[in-house]
């Protein structure tokens, strides 16, 4: 489920201040494992929103510990954040809004750069590279990088599966050479584990694409391996010997779980019109 046609609750309008503070924006759904180290890292920031999707366990809880303001966006059978990154980032209090997800540390390089990058005038928004990890240890290759840091009154988060934000303020992208300015992200799943959440976002890429993509011979042939090649040699997993192989691998993977459910499901859809 994507979201494009649901009409998902909006922010109350509220005063939004624009002095130069900063908002911080978590979406949580059961993440009390690993929130504590995370709120610990941003709770020198103005605000904390917590936007939670109807947790079960002490996510809001440990929320609480740390001040946040804490508003709630039905779950219903949502699998994805998206359709909620809009309601909270537009549940915030200040004009500058950080989103972190709730698995991610903020460095104290990156906090003082924000507030250095919002004192200076600049109303870019800003492109931050991630660390990830992969089989134990974080890789050595370029960032992941993930649009995190604007202003709420120029920017929307469709909720869609994997989109960016849109945003009408220029974008700009913190250097890769100044690693202290990553967002660190903690995740690190198993093989099998990583392989069902690619499952679950391939099944959830298919409806937007079904329409709109046909893949031919060629592309069948070439896609999947020049996602492999991107990733090896112009991400630059090769540095990490083994593990930068299978990551590699998993890229191909998913492009080749992606196109096969969107080429069985052009190819199924006339016979099930039919019935």
Not at 102 to 108: F, H, I, K, Q, R
Not at 186 to 193: Q, T, V
């Amino acid at each position: 489920m994507n979201g494009e046609k649901q009409n998902w609750p909006k922010a109350e309008p509220h005063p939004v201040a624009d002095d130069g503070k900063i908002s911080v924006v978590i979406n949580t759904y059961n993440a009390e494992r690993q929130l504590r180290q995370v709120l610990e890292t941003v709770k020198d920031f103005d605000e904390i929103v917590v936007c939670d999707m109807e947790s079960t366990d002490h996510t809001r809880d440990i929320a609480t510990e740390f001040g946040a303001k804490i508003v709630i966006f039905p779950k219903g059978d949502l699998t994805i954040c998206e359709p909620a990154r809009d309601f909270a980032i537009h549940s915030a209090s200040n004009e500058w809004v950080l989103v972190v997800d709730a698995d991610e540390l903020v460095t104290t390089e990156l906090r003082e750069y924000l507030y250095n990058h919002v004192n200076s005038g600049s109303t870019d928004t800003l492109r931050i590279g991630r660390r990830n990890r992969f089989m134990g240890d974080f890789f050595t290759n370029s960032p992941d990088y993930q649009t995190r840091f604007f202003r709420q009154s120029t920017t929307t988060w469709p909720p869609i599966i994997h989109c960016l934000p849109e945003t009408t303020d220029k974008v700009s992208k913190i250097p890769a050479r100044r690693k202290e300015l990553f967002l660190v992200h903690l995740d690190d799943p198993w093989m099998s584990d990583k392989f069902s959440k690619m499952n679950r976002y391939t099944d959830q890429e298919v409806p937007k694409r079904v329409d709109r993509k046909h893949y031919g011979t060629v592309k069948l042939l070439v896609k999947p391996v020049w996602a492999f090649l991107r990733s090896l040699f112009i991400d630059g997993s090769i540095r990490d010997g083994r593990r930068g192989i299978l990551k590699a691998y998993s890229s191909m993977v998913y492009q080749i779980m992606l196109i096969s459910k969107v080429t069985e499901h052009q190819i199924r859809k006339p016979d099930s019109d039919e019935n």
